[in-house]
């Protein structure tokens, strides 16, 4: 487990780099120099007196730097989902195997539970860290000391109840990243509305172009903000959904698979 920790952990710190690396190069090498062109397009038409609709252009929507540290934090929060999508994944295949090797009619005796603990234990070091086989050497585990089977029905109950709640918990990060996406959208409200007030001597003169530029900061980044964390939310849902039907599934299994067959002689 403690290596499992350690290995999301760097993922997370690796997957936060090379999203601040590439998205930065995206933004410094196709966005802010195309925006930059069309802005100085538009300047030059106002210039010269044209009359003409300015279009909606979506890099000029995305240049700022809000929209670019928003699009970073989404696509590192995507890169930690897609990490325990593929776990859980990993996981929920080891519900496809017959890990407990008892067919319809046989009976599982206490004195049975170590024969039965040892394919468990036999299974490779990242697996044996899985959910379904702690699950099950903990309910036979129990079985072989207490020979109760209400107390084997509890422990496994007690550890899909342990491991939801951890699930959950791992999940912070990226409620922190769905929360801190629109408020760094709503900065760049706040500093787009603060130049544009301080522009606005320049309106009252009658050149306008200074202060719909800053509100264009304004509006654009909460926007960008909004768009991406509603995406990134659905997407956590759906993480979240994925690991609730694992722990789901993991106690139905135990339930079926071992439990009801547990007897002990009177």
Not at 180 to 188: N, Q, Y
Not at 217 to 237: D, G, K, R
Not at 253 to 262: E, K, N, Q, V
Request: charged letters at 20%; aromatic letters at 8%.
């Amino acid at each position: 487990m403690k290596r499992t920790l350690a290995v999301e952990f760097f993922f997370q710190i690796l997957a936060l780099i090379l999203a601040v690396i590439v998205i930065h190069s995206v933004y410094a090498t196709v966005v802010r120099p195309n925006a930059e062109a069309i802005i100085l397009s538009q300047h030059a038409r106002i210039a010269a007196g044209e009359d003409f609709i300015a279009e909606r252009s979506l890099y000029v929507v995305l240049k700022d730097y809000e929209q670019e540290t928003c699009f970073i934090l989404f696509f590192w929060a995507m890169a930690i989902m897609g990490f325990k999508s593929v776990g859980a994944h990993k996981e929920r295949a080891l519900l496809q195997e017959e890990l407990i090797p008892v067919t319809e009619g046989m009976s599982i005796l206490p004195e049975d539970s170590r024969n039965y603990t040892r394919p468990l234990q036999a299974l490779p070091e990242e697996s044996q860290g899985f959910l379904l086989p702690r699950a099950l050497t903990a309910a036979l585990q129990r079985f072989g000391s207490t020979r109760n089977v209400q107390d084997v029905s509890e422990a496994v109950k007690s550890i899909c109840e342990s491991e939801n709640a951890r699930l959950d918990s791992e999940l912070s990060m990226i409620r922190y990243i769905a929360w801190a996406i629109p408020s760094i959208g709503f900065i760049g409200t706040v500093r787009g509305i603060g130049a544009a007030l301080g522009q606005a001597h320049q309106a009252v003169q009658g050149n306008i172009a200074p202060v719909t530029e800053s509100l264009g900061v304004a509006f654009n980044s909460t926007f960008v903000a909004l768009v991406l964390s509603i995406i990134l939310m659905f997407f956590m849902h759906q993480v979240q959904l994925l690991q609730e039907r694992l722990v789901l599934d993991t106690h139905t299994y135990a339930d079926a698979r071992l439990i009801r067959h547990m007897q002990v002689r009177s």
